[in-house]
């Protein structure tokens, strides 16, 4: 059924290829194979998703910031509770819920959200940092400066997490 007869392109019927496009699983020569971070791609699919770029609408903005604000904030008091827990060993812990947080939210924008921008990516970034400031705030008046580096921390595994995730792009 699979395999077995030579593939050939399906732009190029006269190309004989190995490739296949990993989301119509169509042959395609290494002329037509664009390269994505999820691997090679016909251009008809990379142009689909494509479709999905830039076209984002002012409530995707309001969805991606006020999620990702709440859901940033109960990630950071957790982070900040463990801290509390003191020992060396639990920057490991809170290096995996700030992971495991990361992923979470983008999880949810995910499936909130279905259309992208460069905007949104970066309004998105920054509602992680805006989620976890009322918890460094409140460390910062109360001379907590140990718990602050937890939150920087927190924000510097989280943020790119979410990012990759959510974006697509591999960092
Ligand atoms: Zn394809
Ligand atoms: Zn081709």
């Known amino acids: 059924m699979t395999q077995s007869a030579t593939l050939y392109c399906y732009v190029h019927p006269n190309r004989p290829t190995t490739l296949r496009c990993n989301r119509c ?8 194979a664009v390269r994505t971070p999820t691997g090679y791609r016909c251009r008809n699919c990379v142009r689909e998703l494509q479709k999905t ?14 999620v990702t ?3 940033s904030a109960i990630a950071s008091v957790i982070v900040s ?5 003191g020992g060396f060993f639990m920057i490991f812990i809170s290096l995996a819920i700030a992971a495991g947080a ?8 995910l499936r909130l ?3 992208r ?14 989620g976890a400031l009322p918890v460094a705030l409140f460390f910062l008046f109360t001379g907590n400066f140990f718990s ?16 990759a995730r959510f974006s697509g792009i591999q960092l």
């Open 148 to 163: 602050i580096i937890w939150q920087g921390i927190y924000v510097f595994v989280a943020t790119p997490t979410v990012y």
């Open 102 to 109: 990361g992923t979470i939210i983008a999880n949810i924008l």
């Open 113 to 115: 959200i279905r259309r």
């Open 69 to 71: 604000v709440v859901l």
């Open 25 to 32: 699983e169509r042959p395609i020569c290494t002329q037509c």
């Open 117 to 130: 921008s460069r905007v949104l990516f970066f309004v998105i970034a920054a509602s992680i940092v805006i």
């Open 53 to 66: 770029f830039d076209t984002a609408v002012w409530y995707d903005y309001v969805i991606g910031l006020t």
């Open 81 to 85: 509770a463990i801290s509390f827990l």
